[in-house]
């Protein structure tokens, strides 16, 4: 299947040429809360601003990290950065569907307005030179997925496994899940490099937000990975998260762009590990005091513990690493501009 959809992407492909402005680079941030960032850092326009629409990028989430490392240090030109990337954004959001944001940080009284596709907002085109991308975990939903774990961590007999790999009528096995997410991903790249035919396309994978042992994990312990069985932590690893990144590299590679890596090199620093350790914050963590304390539509309260909803997500230092990774292929991408 997977030959006979990249064939198909194939024939969208354009031939490359130079591109970009001649003062300056131009680069483009696509992604999901893995690229907004959430809660690191200052929001992105700040609280307050009229332009604010949802998708909660911040400033210490890593495409600004970079961006102020290429301003510091510019590889022989300004980059100029837009960051379009939108908190809870599946692969169809970034090139066809208008996304609804779901912040929880002041929305307006009738929430938040659709907002048009990433590839549309970022205005890409042929002077675009740069394109990184960070998504696909809210595709299986992989959110979704830790919190059924979540509940069926509470109940005696019951697996998340055993749910996903032979799943209720209306659920989508864990397997059909990464056929799809395959399908939409080799659909984006195509339609990226068709809006910007002339970019250096880049992919993030995502970090090892897990430990290598479940039974590392406390369980319940709300700043780890709360009630979650730790044969269901090793199960969402190797069968879940692990097969997600490779299939993000596979179709990346096929197209012969650039997959940046930040699995390999976050080992060890997953949501069960020290406060003083972990690049990836639990269930509950530490948050920037304008990020919420309990979860809507749920039970969870992590200001019960003087904590807020994280929901193992990255940290600053989680996304200082990944801007290591990032602005170095950034930086090698450019080489061949």
């Not at 208008?98 to 912040?103: D, E, F, L």
């Not at 549309?120 to 991308?133: C, G």
């Not at 290591?324 to 501009?337: F, K, P, S, W, Y």
Request: proline share 8%; aromatic share 6%.
């Amino acid at each position: 299947m997977l030959a006979v959809g990249l064939a198909l992407a194939a024939s969208t492909l354009a031939p490359s040429s130079p591109a970009g402005a001649a003062d300056q680079y131009q680069w483009a941030a696509l992604g999901d809360s893995y690229t907004a960032g959430g809660f690191v850092g200052d929001p992105q326009p700040a609280l307050g601003d009229a332009s604010r629409d949802g998708c909660d990028r911040t400033s210490d989430a890593y495409p600004g990290v970079v961006a102020r490392e290429l301003d510091e240090f510019p590889p022989g030109r300004p980059v100029q950065l837009v960051n379009v990337s939108c908190g809870n954004a599946t692969i169809p959001d970034i090139t066809s569907a208008r996304q609804t944001p779901i912040s929880p940080v002041q929305p307006p009284t009738n929430g938040w307005p659709a907002v048009d596709p990433q590839i549309k907002r970022a205005k890409l085109n042929d002077q675009t030179d740069i394109v990184t991308i960070g998504v696909g975990g809210n595709s299986l939903p992989f959110g979704g997925m830790l919190l059924k774990c979540l509940e069926l961590g509470a109940m005696p007999g019951k697996t998340c496994r055993e749910y996903y790999t032979s799943p209720p009528e209306g659920e989508e096995s864990v397997q059909d899940k990464l056929a799809r997410v395959q399908d939409e991903y080799i659909e984006m790249l195509a339609k990226v490099h068709e809006a910007a035919p002339n970019a250096k396309v880049i992919t993030i994978g995502y970090p090892a937000v897990l430990p290598q042992e479940g039974s590392t994990c406390n369980r319940p312990a709300l700043t780890e990975l709360g009630s979650i069985k730790h044969a269901d932590v090793d199960w969402l690893r190797e069968d879940v998260l692990k097969p997600l990144n490779s299939t993000i590299q596979q179709v990346t590679s096929f197209f012969g762009d650039r997959y940046v890596d930040v699995y390999s090199s976050s080992v060890g620093h997953d949501a069960c590990q020290p406060a003083d350790t972990k690049w990836v914050e639990g269930i509950c963590g530490d948050a920037a005091d304008y990020w919420p304390t309990k979860l809507p539509g749920t039970l969870l309260n992590c200001g019960l513990i003087n904590k807020h909803v994280t929901l193992v997500h990255p940290n600053t230092a989680g996304h200082a690493n990944t801007a290591a990774h990032v602005e170095r292929a950034i930086r090698i991408a450019l080489l061949d501009r």
